[in-house]
């Protein structure tokens, strides 16, 4: 079996750290503050993203300079989706949800934008010392991570990729209804999509989207180190 493109594998970073941050909507100059205040090293340490990296802030062009640094892995996000489908999607609504600055860029740029949006992985996993874990932008399909691999992995396709990803990209079920059901095979999965105003757990499912992108009203990012578990609070 061909391992599918949506899936990225991480062998254990055996010289520095692995840290996950929360979605960032634009907000890069605040990420590399959060980052310099733990003394994130580059030549060691790893930052792996929940996705939404665009949309909302005042720095989104500055995406791809942060794709093209190889310690920076990101899965898609759902704002990510909207650039991927731009050409197709509801542009009105995206724009309502911050997307204006996609709005302003070339033709050129536009499509620089969605080829390499386009090549973003759906779900990351990342071997730590204690086990796998996974990263996804909002929550896993299946009830194991095996079951969305293997799903991946077999080249779903149409109407069941569809449904997969819109899980993986939008769903808020888990956390609306406090579900600690948890994914098996698994040390964590982590994910962003939904705010809270503090990382929640529920089960093994991390939430790390702190709302670094709306630091007006008190967000923050949050970077989880991904051997350790507990988050890691920047000086705000």
Not at 41 to 70: H, K, Q, Y
Request: proline fraction near 7%; charge should be negative; charged fraction near 25%.
């Amino acid at each position: 079996m061909t391992p599918s493109p949506l899936i990225r594998r991480f062998s254990p970073n055996r010289l520095g750290r692995d840290l996950a941050v929360g979605d960032i909507h634009g907000y890069f100059a605040l990420l590399q503050q959060a980052l310099d205040s733990i003394d994130f090293n580059p030549e060691r340490d790893r930052l792996f993203s929940v996705g939404d990296l665009t949309d909302r802030g005042p720095e989104c062009a500055e995406a791809l300079d942060w794709l093209a640094r190889p310690w920076f892995h990101p899965v898609c996000g759902n704002h990510d989706d909207y650039v991927c489908r731009h050409e197709s999607c509801d542009r009105e609504n995206w724009i309502q949800n911050g997307g204006g600055w996609f709005e302003q860029l070339s033709q050129e740029e536009q499509a620089l934008f969605a080829a390499r949006y386009r090549a973003l992985p759906l779900a990351i996993e990342v071997q730590t010392r204690r086990g796998p874990v996974g990263l996804l932008h909002a929550d896993c399909p299946f009830p194991t991570w095996q079951g969305l691999l293997d799903r991946l992995d077999a080249g779903v396709s149409g109407g069941r990729l569809r449904a997969i990803k819109n899980v993986c990209l939008w769903s808020r079920r888990r956390i609306e209804l406090l579900d600690e059901g948890g994914i098996e095979d698994l040390v964590a999965l982590v994910v962003g999509h939904t705010p809270v105003s503090v990382p929640v757990r529920l089960g093994n499912v991390y939430y790390i989207d702190t709302g670094g992108w709306y630091p007006h009203a008190g967000g923050y990012f949050t970077l989880l180190d991904l051997d350790s578990l507990p988050p890691l609070f920047p000086e705000r």
